[in-house]
T-cell receptor, first 113, second 112 residues
Framework: SQTIHQWPATLVQPVGSPLSLECTVE??????LYWYRQAAGRGLQLLFY??????ISSEVPQNLSASRPQDRQFILSSKKLLLSDSGFYLC????????????FGPGTRLLVL | SQQGEEDPQALSIQEGENATMNCSYK?????LQWYRQNSGRGLVHLIL?????REKHSGRLRVTLDTSKKSSSLLITASRAADTASYFC????????????FGKGTTLSVSS
């Protein structure tokens, strides 16, 4: 069976500090991978998605970047965090294809102070 | 860009009552999905309905899809306190890409 891991679960960072959130998937190969951000009480905003190693599509221009160094690893980064980067970050995967069900990780709550 | 729009934003009911949530979208789709999110957790897939289907059931869940009105509804029958969560619809926007577009969600509160 497939599992998706995200870490850390919670992170408190000062403004201007760097960020690295990691997501890994087990039990499948060549998944599509996604990073979402969810503000408190709001819907999901798609940040990045990847259909293969080294292939990253950005949905929203912002202070963040993503990388996919391995088939089942997706990393969300920032060089300098802003207050507005606070939120709940969710990683998800699905199989190749249009409109396939997405499977979500447990999320990382990021608070930038 | 926001594709799905859930209605109502919040819903409070008593245990045993039915809960109905609606979702409207803007463009043609291949399928529409409903997800559930418990507070502070990831989303869990509930049900997928394809564009050529009109109704689908899964346990206490019933989903309808009206492509002419670009809308869907999720009905939870005989609700329980454990159904308390946020519910999101998601569509694929009928394009070659793989990303789903999520609505803002309906927050359901079921009190005992």
């Amino acid at each position: 069976s497939q599992t998706i891991h995200q870490w850390p679960a919670t992170l408190v960072q000062p403004v201007g500090s760097p960020l690295s959130l990691e997501c890994t998937v087990e039990g499948t190969s060549n998944p599509n991978l996604y990073w979402y951000r969810q503000a408190a009480g709001r819907g999901l905003q798609l940040l990045f998605y990847s259909v293969g190693i080294g292939q990253i599509s950005s949905e929203v221009p912002q202070n963040l970047s993503a990388s996919r160094p391995q088939d089942r690893q997706f990393i969300l980064s920032s060089k300098k965090l802003l207050l507005s980067d606070s939120g709940f970050y969710l990683c998800a995967w699905n199989r190749q294809g249009v409109g396939e069900t997405q499977y979500f990780g447990p999320g990382t709550r990021l608070l930038v102070l | 860009s926001q594709q799905g729009e859930e209605d109502p934003q919040a819903l409070s009911i008593q245990e045993g009552e039915n809960a109905t949530m609606n979702c409207s979208y803007k463009t043609s789709i291949n399928n529409l999905q409903w997800y559930r999110q418990n507070s502070g957790r990831g989303l869990v897939h509930l049900i997928l309905i394809r564009s050529n289907e009109r109704e689908k059931h899964s346990g206490r869940l019933r989903v309808t899809l009206d492509t002419s009105k670009k809308s869907s509804s999720l009905l939870i029958t005989a609700s329980r306190a454990a159904d308390t969560a946020s519910y999101f619809c998601a569509t694929d926007a009928d394009q070659a890409g793989t990303a789903l577009i999520f609505g803002k969600g309906t927050t359901l509160s079921v009190s005992s």
